[in-house]
Structure formats: C-alpha cells, structure tokens
C-alpha cells in the first residue's frame, strides 16, 4: 500500500522559530510536492522537487525553503516562524514521467500553528 | 491570480439527490482536471478526472463535464450519501508540466449531505 509519512501531525511554535517539516514516500517516486491549505484559498504550491537535491519554487515560495537529500525525503523549512505562516500543510508525491489523477499521493498534513 | 475558482464555498443538499459542484478556470493551456475530496484533518484523495480532449468522464456515482468553451467544469453526484460531506477540491494541470504532477487547486467547496 502507499504510504506518503509526514512525521508531525500538530505543531506550535513561536514566532521567530525555525521550523521542520518532514516528508517521507516509499514509492521510489522522482517528483515530491509541499502545498499549503487555507480556508478560502485551497491547495497552494509552495515548492517542488522532481529530483534529489533539485527543486523549484511555486506560487508561494516566500518565507519557506526545502531539502531533498535522499529521494524518500522532502523536508519544508520555515526559517522564522510568523504567525500568517499558520495553515496545514500537505505533502504529496508522484511518480515523474507523466501522470493520473489516482497517481498521486497526499500526506496525511501537518497542522502548524505558530503563536 | 485565481487560475481556478469554485465560487460557491458550500453547499447543502438532501440525501439522494444530486449534488453539482462548479469550477471554472481561467486558463486555456490546462488540459487535465481532476476532482478531489478532503475530509478533515486528512490529505485529499483522488475522486475523478477528465483530460480535454473529453466532455464527460463517469465513475460510479461521479461524473464529471467539461466545457472547453466557457471553461467551465462540473462534479455531479448521483445520488447523494451523508458519506459525501467534505470538502471537494477542484485541480487543473498544463501539458507542460505534465511529467511533474504540478496541479493548480481551487478554493474549495465544502459539500454537506443530510439524511
């Protein structure tokens, strides 16, 4: 069965913190995705990877990095936590060379609320 | 820029009858459209999809329509089941990044079924 791991479920941090979120697939995927979710905005992309130790920004890259050593890891880093950094968000994964709607894969999320 | 909007946040609709989502979206390089659903505190799963060179693609209960012309998209669910509520997530993609999985998402709609 797939399985798309994102390790902490709920966080709160302060504001100013530096903050990890991890990601991790099993799925020998190549492309790993890290979205945001808000009420009233949907899914928004943050930054992707479609390779180890490659990545690209999306629609919103501000006040976050990544890191994609190992292909089964995608780490999202906001490097000081504000509070409009508060949102869930979703890990997703697919395998690169084209693509379905059931191919995939979203992370369960991890709600971070910074205070 | 809203690429992709679901201008109706909610939507109430009694058991066993037919529940239509709406979408439309700016954009006229998207030829892939897919359809997910989101229960709380869960990551989106895959409902359905249509590429463009389709006008309707049905699964079970979900059928999904395309206009290319007034780029207009629609969810119909027949019938309707208390199982159904959540938030349903509209999500396009262009031929260019097609081997990369990038999806842009609408807001969302939130779906409430009552028996």
């Known amino acids: 069965d797939v399985k798309v791991t994102q390790s902490s479920r709920y966080l709160v941090k302060r504001t100013g913190e530096k903050v990890f979120l991890e990601c991790v697939q099993d799925m020998d995927h190549e492309n790993m995705f890290w979205y945001r979710q808000d009420p009233g905005l949907g899914l928004r992309l943050i930054y992707f990877s479609y390779d180890v130790k490659m990545k690209e920004k999306g629609d919103i890259p501000e006040g976050y990095s990544v890191s994609r050593e190992k292909k089964e890891r995608f780490s999202l880093i906001l490097e000081s936590a504000s509070t409009n950094q508060t949102s869930m968000y979703l890990c997703?994964?697919?395998?690169?060379?084209?693509?379905?709607?059931?191919?995939?894969?979203f992370g369960e999320g991890s709600w971070l609320t910074v205070v | 820029d809203q690429q992709v909007k679901q201008n109706s946040p909610s939507l109430s609709v009694q058991e066993g009858r037919i529940s239509i989502l709406n979408c439309d979206y700016t954009n006229s390089m998207f030829d892939y459209f897919l359809w997910y659903k989101k229960y709380p505190a869960e990551g989106p799963t895959f409902l359905i999809s249509?590429?463009?060179?389709?006008d309707k693609n049905e699964d079970g209960r979900f059928t999904v329509f395309l206009n290319k012309s007034a780029k207009h998209l629609s969810l119909h669910i027949v019938p309707s089941q208390p199982g159904d509520s959540a938030v349903y997530f509209c999500a396009a993609s262009r031929g260019d990044s097609s081997n990369t999985g990038k999806l842009i998402f609408g807001q969302g709609t939130t779906l409430q079924v009552k028996p």
């Open positions: 997703a994964t697919i395998i690169g060379g084209g693509f379905s709607g059931n191919t995939i894969y």
């Open positions: 249509i590429s463009s060179i389709k």
